[in-house]
């Protein structure tokens, strides 16, 4: 069963900073490419990140120099850090796994981000 659990979520002060991790388990995590996606409220789910299985990051044009994906393949997580959140950084945060066509989710995870 393949399982992408999200945490480091939760409640933070504009201004403050954000390490999510996401903890694979159930794929070869070293075979797939990962990604950060987000929905704020009353938006729509959008990219934040993503990271090649050799290590290459994609970003946004949105989200250049804001963000900041890494991955561990020995402990099959991946990371999203953040500095600086803004109010508008609040939303559900969720994990993606991608492999030839093999798309697996996390559960998300909310930051809200208080002003």
């Known amino acids: 069963q393949v399982r992408l659990v999200e945490s480091g979520g939760g409640l933070v002060q504009a201004g403050g900073s954000l390490r999510l991790s996401c903890a694979a388990s159930?794929?070869?995590?070293?075979?797939?490419?990962m990604g950060w996606y987000r929905q704020g409220p009353g938006k729509q789910r959008e990219l934040v990140a993503s990271?090649?299985?050799?290590?290459?990051?994609n970003y946004p044009d949105s989200m250049k120099g804001r963000f900041t994906i890494s991955r561990d393949n020995v402990k099959s997580t991946v990371y999203l850090q953040r500095s600086s959140l803004e109010p508008e950084d609040t939303a559900v945060y969720y994990c993606?796994?991608?492999?030839?066509?093999?798309?697996?989710w996390g559960k998300g995870i909310l930051v809200t981000v208080s002003s």
């Open positions: 993606n796994a991608v492999r030839s066509g093999l798309s697996f």
């Open positions: 990271i090649s299985k050799q290590g290459f990051t």
């Open positions: 159930g794929i070869t995590f070293s075979e797939y490419a």
